[in-house]
């Protein structure tokens, strides 16, 4: 969801102690399967515990990729999980959380594009089964495309990394802290 949207139409779903989800819209107690049909068709709901009134859309979301990612083909690998885990309390977390969502919109677009493009090479809108089949065929055209982008990314992340460092450097430089290179103390030690 994103905060562009109206919460006027916001979907709501109360999450019950016994751990049952009911749709108020429906008025209907729902699954975790359900949840994700309703992302799947681009649905706004919130989910709030039905006694506190706290809203836990975040782990219910968290819980649906916990079961895909056990189930199936996993998305992300172990090295992923672990280097995302890192990431947490460490002072670039803000920054990871807005770069991970800015890719994922970024291959959201891409994908887009692409069956815009097959819709136009085909005439039509490629049904699922036949989308699947020839993005099967295209996997290395695809991971090389996204190898190259992450490249890019990476780069550009570095070059701004690199100017904020010499933006600090430059921030700091009026202030009389000596060089820790050049402190004579140190260097007599």
Known sequence: MTQTQSTSATRLIKKYP????????TSAYITLVDVKQLVL???VFQVVDAKSGEDLTRSILLQIILEEETGGMPMFS??????????YGHAMQGVMGTFLEKNIVAFMEI?????EQSKGMYGQKLGPEAWAQFMSGQTPMLQN???????QSKNLFVQMQDQMQGQTKNMFNV????????DPDKNRK
């Open 78 to 87: 172990a090295t992923a999980l672990s280097q995302i885990i890192r990431f």
């Open 111 to 115: 994908q887009d594009r692409m069956a």
């Open 145 to 151: 495309m996204m190898s190259n982008y992450i490249d």
């Open 18 to 25: 016994n751990r049952r989800l009911y749709d108020t819209q």
């Open 41 to 43: 068709e681009n649905e």
């Open 175 to 182: 202030f009389p802290f000596g060089n820790p290179a050049s």
